[in-house]
C-alpha cells in the first residue's frame, strides 16, 4: 500500500505556498519564497531549506527553467536525492539478528515494535519481542498486548529491572527456541540525561554478548519533531550506533522535514514510516513519496 | 549549529559600533538575524512574522534612550516582547462552587497527558485537595493500566471501564461526585488534530463532563505543525490552558511562542521529566530566552542544586562566573555535570556560553571524562590550585602516574585555561540572564543511574518552594496572580 493512498484522509490544504506556485506562470522571486516557506514549513529547517533552494535555482537557471511545474520537478528531484539512494532494507544476519528501538520519550517505539513484529510474523519470521523498557509505567503490559495481537512471544522482566539483562534473556530465549529475529523496545529518554544515553549504550554491548548480534538500531522520530530532530539523531547515534531511522505519526499533518538533515548530515537512512496506530500502520520508506506528501505535489491528495 | 542570538547579532553591531549608531540598515539585519533564530527554535514562520513587525516599531523606537547600546537594547527588547507574548494573562484557576472541579487533558498522541494528569493530582492532593483520575483512553493499549500504576504510586484512585470514551467519562464523573472528590482529571487518548472523528469524540467528551479546565498538553519539541494543531483542539475545545512537555530535553520549545499565538490562552505549566514531582509554574521569562538561545543561568543554577546543595551550587555557579576554580574544582564540576547530561547542555545555560562550548564540549565528551579524572588525580594538590607550576618533569611524572600522554596533558591544561578565561570574561561582563532574586531548595524527581525502582519518583521534600508548586498556598496565589513577578 502507498504512503499517497493512506494519507488522502489526513491531509489537509496545508501547502497553499505550493498550490501557489503552480498557478502562477513563471517563477519570479515571489514564488522562490513561497517555496521556501513551504520547506520551512515541513519543518526542513533554515539551513537545508536554505542550501535545497539555492541548489533547485542553480539548476533552473542553468536548464533555463522558469515554468512552475519545471522548477517543482526541480525540487523535487532535488530533495529526493539529498535523501539519497541508500539500502533502506533492514539487516539481517545474526543467530538471532537483534533490532534495538531507541528514541525520546512519547515518539512511538513501542508501537513500531508492535507493528514490526506484525510484519515479520506474517512473513514467516521466528520473532521475540524484548520488554527493555522496565521504567515507564505499563511499558510492559503494552508491550505484552501487542504480543497478543500480532502473535509474537514477548520476554519481559520486573518493573525496574536492569533493562539490557532483559534484553539479554530474550535474546537467550530466541535462540534456546529457534526464533531469527528479536525485536527490543528501550524506554524513552531525552539525550540531555546522560546517565540514561550511557545506560542505551550499555543495552547495545550487552544485546551481544550472547547468542545475538545486533544489526538495526532504529531511531524513532516523531513526524511533529522540529529542529530538535537532529540533534537527537546526534545524540543517539553518539550512544548506540544508529542505523536507521523510523519516522512516525506520517498520517497526521506534520511532514517530518527533519529526516532530510538527518539523512544529509549523518547519513542516516529513513527505512520506515508510520502511519497510524494500528498493526498494519507501517511502510517502507519510499523518498519519492515522501517527497511528493512533504511537498503535496500529488494532485489527487488534495481536500 | 544554533550560536544564540547574542553572537549572531556580534557582526552586525560591530558594523553598527564603527558608524555610532543603529540605522535602519542595521535594524534590518538584525530583525534577519532573530527571524533565523526563531525559526530554528521552531516558532512558526506566519508567527515570527508578526512577532517581528512589533519588534521593528519597537526596535527602531528604542534607539533614543541612551543606556544601553544599540545592540543590547534590541536584545532587550526581543526578550521583552516575547516574555510578554509568552506570560500575558495567566490562567485563573478557580474551583467550581458545586464540586468537583472539572479538568481535561487532550493532545496529540505521546505528548504527555497521562503522566500530566498524575502530575497534576498529585499537587491537587499536596494543595488539600481530594482529586480523582479518570482514564478516558479506552484505545491505546494498556493506557488504563498506566494510569493505574500512576494513580497507584501518588495515593490516588483511578476509575475506568471498557465501555466507550464519553460513557467512561460520564460515570466518572458521576463516580467522582458520589466519593465526594472535589477535583476529577480526565486523561484521553491522543488523537491527531485532523482525524475528525477522534476530534469529535473529544469533544464530546467535553460535552458530557463539562470541564471548568480544558488543558492541551504540547510537547516543546513539536516545529511548525504546533499551530495546526493548536488551532484545531482549540476550535473543538475551547481550550484554557496549555501545558509544556519534556522541557528536560533540550529542544529550544518556539512552539510555546507558535501556541500562546494562535490560542491566546496561557501556558499554565512545565513538565521537565518523567517523575511525577517534575511539574513546574511556566516561567515566560525563562522560555523566552531559551528561545532565543541566550542561557539561563537560573536554570543553570537550579539543575545544579538537583545534585548539589543550594549553598554550594550558588558558590559553584559564581565561581564559574568569576573563573575562580582550580582543577579540583573543574574535576568536581565536570562528574556532577556529568550527572546531568552532555556538559554542553548545561554549560549553554550560562550566557554568552554556547558558542564557546562548541569547542569545549568536543574536548570534554563524557568518554573522556575518566581520563581527564586520572590525570587530575596524578597532579599534587599545588598543581591543582595552580596549573602554571606543571613544568616539562612534572608533565611526564603525570603522564607516567596517569598513563596519558605528556600532549593529552597540555591540551587538558590548555583547555581548563581557556574555559577560566572564558568564564571570567562572562562574570565579569554582567549576566543578563542572572536573576537576583532567590529561589528556596528544589528537588526533582526522575531516575537515578541504571537501576532505581521504576518511576517511582522521590518523596515530595519539604520546604519544595517553587512559585505554583509545592507550597499549596503559594501555589495558588500563582495560578490566580500569575508567575513573573
Ligand atoms: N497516529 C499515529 N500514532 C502513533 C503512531 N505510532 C505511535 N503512535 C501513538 O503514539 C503514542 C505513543 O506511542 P508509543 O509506542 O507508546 O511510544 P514510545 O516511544 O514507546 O513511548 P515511551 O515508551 O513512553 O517513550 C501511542 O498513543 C501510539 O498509539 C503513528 O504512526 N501514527
Ligand atoms: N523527558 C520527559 N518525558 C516525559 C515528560 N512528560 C511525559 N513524558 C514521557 O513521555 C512519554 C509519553 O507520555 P504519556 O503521558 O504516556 O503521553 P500521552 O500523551 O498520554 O500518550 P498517549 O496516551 O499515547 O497519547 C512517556 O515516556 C512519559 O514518561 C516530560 O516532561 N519529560
Ligand atoms: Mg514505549
Ligand atoms: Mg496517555
Not at chain 1, 513501542?110 to 511499558?139: I, S
Not at chain 1, 522482566?157 to 530465549?173: C, K, L, M, Y
Request: glycine share 12%.
Amino acid at each position: 500500500m502507498s504512503l499517497r493512498s493512506r494519507l488522502g484522509r489526513a491531509r489537509n490544504a496545508f501547502s497553499a505556498q505550493v498550490r501557489g506556485v503552480r498557478s502562477v506562470s513563471t517563477v519570479d522571486a515571489a514564488t522562490w519564497d513561497a517555496l521556501e516557506e513551504a520547506l520551512i514549513l515541513a519543518d526542513l529547517g533554515v539551513s537545508t531549506t536554505a542550501d535545497v533552494i539555492a541548489a533547485v535555482r542553480r539548476r533552473a537557471d542553468a536548464e533555463a527553467g522558469d515554468e512552475p511545474d519545471v522548477v517543482l520537478d526541480l525540487l523535487r528531484a532535488e530533495v529526493v536525492e539529498r535523501l539519497g539512494s541508500h539500502d533502506r532494507s533492514l539487516a539481517r544476519g545474526g543467530d538471532p539478528s537483534v533490532w534495538l528501538f531507541v528514541g525520546v520519550n512519547g515518539v512511538g517505539k513501542t508501537t513500531t515494535v508492535g507493528k514490526l513484529g506484525r510484519m515479520e510474523v506474517q512473513a514467516g519470521t521466528g520473532v521475540v519481542l524484548a520488554a527493555g523498557d522496565t521504567f515507564r509505567a505499563a511499558a510492559a503490559d503494552q508491550l505484552a498486548l501487542w504480543g497478543d495481537e500480532v502473535g509474537a512471544a514477548v520476554v519481559s522482566g520486573a518493573e525496574g529491572a536492569d533493562p539490557s539483562s532483559v534484553i539479554f534473556d530474550a535474546v537467550e530465549h530466541a535462540a534456546a527456541v529457534g526464533a531469527d529475529l528479536v525485536l527490543a523496545d528501550t524506554a524513552g529518554r531525552v539525550h540531555t540525561r546522560g546517565n540514561l544515553m550511557d545506560e542505551l549504550s550499555k543495552v547495545r554491548r550487552v544485546a551481544e554478548k550472547g547468542s545475538g548480534t545486533v544489526t538495526e538500531t532504529l531511531l524513532v522520530i516523531d513526524s511533529t519533531t522540529g529542529q530538535n530532530g537532529l540533534v537527537q539523531a546526534r545524540r543517539f547515534t553518539e550512544a548506540a550506533d544508529v542505523t536507521g531511522v523510523v519516522l512516525t505519526k506520517l498520517d497526521g499533518s506534520a511532514r517530518g522535514g527533519i529526516v532530510v538533515a538527518v539523512q544529509e548530515e549523518l547519513g542516516i537512512p529513513v527505512k520506515m514510516v508510520g502511519v497510524g496506530e494500528g498493526p498494519d500502520d507501517l511502510l517502507a520508506f519510499d523518498p519519492v513519496e515522501f517527497v511528493d506528501a512533504l511537498f503535496e505535489l500529488d494532485d489527487d491528495v488534495e481536500a | 549549529m544554533f550560536e544564540g542570538l547574542t553572537s549572531r547579532f556580534e557582526g552586525i553591531l560591530r558594523r553598527a559600533r564603527s558608524r555610532g549608531r543603529l540605522g535602519p540598515e542595521e535594524v534590518d539585519d538584525l530583525l534577519r538575524e532573530i527571524r533565523l533564530a526563531l525559526l530554528e527554535a521552531d516558532v512558526h514562520l506566519d508567527v515570527v512574522g508578526v512577532f517581528l513587525e512589533r519588534i521593528r516599531e519597537r526596535a527602531l523606537g528604542a534607539e533614543l534612550s541612551g543606556v544601553l547600546n544599540p545592540g543590547q537594547q534590541v536584545v532587550k527588547v526581543v526578550l521583552e516582547e516575547l516574555t510578554l507574548i509568552l506570560g500575558g494573562e495567566t490562567m485563573k484557576f478557580t474551583y467550581a462552587p458545586k464540586p468537583p472541579t472539572v479538568v481535561l487533558l487532550a493532545g496529540l498522541q505521546g505528548s504527555g497527558k497521562t503522566t500530566t494528569a498524575a502530575k497534576l493530582a498529585r499537587w491537587f492532593k499536596s494543595s488539600g485537595r481530594n482529586p480523582m483520575l479518570v482514564g478516558a483512553d479506552l484505545q491505546r493499549p494498556a493506557a488504563v493500566a498506566q494510569l493505574e500504576t500512576l494513580g497507584e504510586r501518588i495515593g490516588i484512585p483511578v476509575f475506568s471501564q471498557p465501555t466507550d470514551p464519553v460513557a467512561v467519562a460520564v460515570a466518572g464523573r458521576a463516580e467522582a461526585a458520589r466519593l465526594g472528590r472535589d477535583v476529577v482529571i480526565f486523561d484521553t487518548a491522543g488523537r491527531l488534530a485532523v482525524d475528525d472523528e477522534l476530534m469529535e469524540e473529544v469533544r464530546g467528551i467535553s460535552e458530557a463532563v463539562q470541564p471548568d479546565h480544558t488543558l492541551l498538553v504540547i510537547d516543546s519539541m513539536m516545529g511548525q505543525d504546533a499551530v495546526n494543531v493548536a488551532t484545531a483542539f482549540h476550535d473543538r475545545l475551547s481550550l484554557d490552558a496549555v501545558v509544556l512537555t519534556k522541557l528536560d530535553g533540550d529542544a529550544r520549545g518556539g512552539a510555546a511562542l507558535s501556541v500562546r499565538e494562535v490560542v491566546g490562552c496561557p501556558i499554565a505549566f512545565a513538565s521537565t521529566g518523567e517523575g511525577l514531582s517534575d511539574l513546574d509554574a511556566f516561567h515566560p521569562n525563562r522560555m523566552a530566552s531559551r528561545i532565543l538561545g541566550m542561557g539561563d543561568v537560573e536554570t543553570l543554577i537550579e539543575q545544579v542544586e538537583t545534585t548539589y546543595d543550594r549553598e554550594q551550587a550558588e558558590d559553584a555557579a559564581a565561581r564559574m562566573l568569576e573563573g575562580r576554580f582550580t582543577l579540583d574544582d573543574f574535576l568536581e564540576q565536570v562528574n556532577q555535570l556529568r550527572r546531568m547530561g552532555p556538559l554542553s547542555s548545561v554549560m549553554k545555560m550560562v550566557p554568552g556560553m554556547s558558542q564557546q562550548m562548541a569547542g569545549v564540549d568536543e574536548a570534554l565528551d563524557e568518554g573522556r571524562i575518566d581520563r581527564i579524572e586520572g590525570i587530575i588525580n596524578s597532579m599534587t594538590p599545588a598543581e591543582r590550585i595552580d596549573p602554571g607550576l606543571i613544568d616539562g618533569s612534572r608533565r611526564s611524572r603525570i603522564a607516567a602516574g596517569s598513563g596519558a600522554q605528556p600532549s593529552e596533558i597540555t591540551q587538558l591544561l590548555r583547555q581548563f585555561r581557556e574555559m577560566r578565561k572564558m568564564m571570567k570574561k562572562m562574570g565579569g561582563s554582567g549576566s543578563g540572564g542572572r536573576s537576583s532574586k532567590r529561589r528556596g531548595k528544589r528537588r526533582k524527581g526522575g531516575r537515578a543511574a541504571g537501576a532505581e525502582p521504576t518511576g517511582s519518583d522521590r518523596p515530595a521534600t519539604k520546604g519544595l518552594a517553587l512559585p505554583g508548586l509545592g507550597d499549596p498556598a503559594e501555589a495558588e496565589e500563582w495560578i490566580l496572580r500569575g508567575p513573573g513577578r
